[in-house]
């Protein structure tokens, strides 16, 4: 059972990180992922194995979770 929980785990913190990579902020990080800036922290201080991406893996991700943050940004701004 520990290693289903710790590969979840891992997942988790691999991903936290890439989103990291991609948008650069942590408070960004925080609202693509739908979590506080206390469990990113938490996600970033696991160790993981081949953290090492792909440098074009990374930078489409980057531009997919941009527009994504715009999209949101877009979406939860006040209508006049």
Do not use: W
């Amino acid at each position: 059972m520990s290693e289903a929980f710790e590969s979840m785990r891992s997942h988790g913190a691999r991903y936290a990180r890439r989103v990291l990579a991609a948008v650069k902020h942590k408070r960004a990080a925080c609202q693509v992922l739908g979590i506080s800036y206390h469990t990113l922290n938490a996600y970033l201080a696991v160790e993981v194995a081949g953290v090492e991406e792909d440098y074009d893996t990374v930078v489409r991700e980057r531009d997919v979770l941009r527009a994504e943050l715009a999209r949101r940004r877009t979406h939860d701004a006040p209508r006049a």
